[in-house]
T-cell receptor, first 117, second 109 residues
Framework: GAVVSQHPSWVICKSGTSVKIECRSL??????MFWYRQFPKQSLMLMAT?????????EQGVEKDKFLINHASLTLSTLTVTSAHPEDSSFYIC?????????????FGPGTRLTVT | DAKTTQPNSMESNEEEPVHLPCNHS???????IHWYRQLPSQGPEYVIH???SNVNNRMASLAIAEDRKSSTLILHRATLRDAAVYYC??????????FGTGTRLQVFP
């Protein structure tokens, strides 16, 4: 149980366009979702925390107007990278925890690889 | 955020035990020690966690020093599928996981 999916698994977009990444909890209600970014050969960096029905809390240095996060339901959170640039190319990973899961564990999605050309 | 220090890489042969160390000298009394691992091109997965006592589960064991300033993740018999980056993370009451650099474990047949 406690499966998190992401869509798409990879995406290529042109510089200046926006791209939306979905994160879904398939078999539990995710009261909290987290978004991370990972550059090649580097560790995960927490971008923001979102609670269902509330505005996301962004980590220091993460532009909230560039990385729009919506957590409108207990099973879906979206990350929209607006006006994407090549430096936004990265591996974006979401995680979730919530109702019906072990309180100590975060369940991670498989990640979305974004390439901006 | 409390910081952890891990070796960049370690190697093991298949079927042998692996001890992955982690130093966390600035740990506070309420921080839990969590371990996650990340296989190539995948999201991380939970391995084990503990507060003060040693812990065992089907994946691994966690040995925590008495002063809690260090811990060791033990894989009892490494397999090729255990090759991954292992992250030792201190989790506070904010529930956020702040990943460090981790240890890249290579397992040789």
């Amino acid at each position: 149980g406690a499966v998190v999916s992401q869509h798409p698994s990879w995406v290529i977009c042109k510089s200046g366009t926006s791209v939306k990444i979905e994160c879904r909890s398939l078999d539990f209600q995710a009261t909290t979702m987290f978004w991370y970014r990972q550059f090649p050969k580097q560790s995960l960096m927490l971008m923001a925390t979102s609670n269902e029905g509330s505005k996301a809390t962004y980590e220091q240095g993460v532009e909230k107007d560039k990385f729009l996060i919506n957590h409108a339901s207990l099973t879906l959170s979206t990350l929209t990278v607006t006006s994407a640039h090549p430096e936004d190319s990265s591996f974006y990973i979401c995680s979730a925890r919530g109702i019906g899961t072990d309180s100590y564990e975060q369940y991670f999605g498989p990640g979305t690889r974004l390439t901006v050309t | 955020d409390a910081k952890t220090t891990q070796p960049n890489s370690m190697e093991s042969n298949e079927e042998e035990p692996v001890h992955l160390p982690c130093n966390h000298s600035t740990i506070s009394g309420t921080d839990y020690i969590h371990w996650y691992r990340q296989l190539p091109s995948q999201g991380p997965e939970y391995v084990i966690h503990g507060l003060t006592s040693n812990v065992n589960n089907r994946m691994a064991s966690l040995a925590i020093a008495e002063d809690r300033k260090s811990s060791t993740l033990i894989l009892h018999r490494a397999t090729l599928r255990d090759a991954a980056v292992y992250y030792c993370i201190l989790r506070d009451d904010t529930d956020k996981l702040i990943f460090g650099t981790g240890t890249r474990l290579q397992v040789f047949p």
